[in-house]
């Protein structure tokens, strides 16, 4: 069973930056692809940065230019580092992995900015 644990989330101010890390139980190398996902509340979980196996990243618009995804594979952990954070960009950060016909995701870890 593939674990993911995601870390580094916090209160931080208006233009402020964070950096998430999601800790996988494997090799990340062994996962088809990688995401970050985020949920406000009262809305729907939204893609925010994906970073396939063998493909390009891509980003949500609200997030281009600000947020990055990478991984160190030697540590089995893709990071997200958010800068010029906004207060919208509150949320529940997550992690998820697919490998062949499985997802899997992480618990999640909050994100606060204040104005």
């Known amino acids: 069973q593939v674990q993911l644990v995601e870390s580094g989330g916090g209160l931080v101010q208006t233009g402020g930056s964070l950096r998430l890390s999601c800790a996988a139980s494997?090799?990340?190398?062994?996962?088809?692809?990688m995401y970050w996902y985020r949920q406000a509340p009262g809305k729907q979980r939204e893609l925010v940065a994906a970073?396939?196996?063998?493909?390009?990243?891509n980003y949500a618009d609200s997030v281009k230019g600000r947020f990055t995804i990478s991984r160190d594979g030697a540590k089995n952990t893709v990071y997200l580092q958010m800068n010029s954070l906004q207060p919208e960009d509150t949320a529940v950060y997550y992690c998820?992995?697919?490998?062949?016909?499985?997802?899997?995701w992480g618990q999640g870890t909050q994100v606060t900015v204040s104005s």
């Open positions: 998820r992995a697919d490998k062949s016909i499985y997802v899997y």
């Open positions: 494997e090799s990340i190398f062994s996962f088809n692809a």
């Open positions: 970073m396939p196996g063998g493909g390009r990243t």
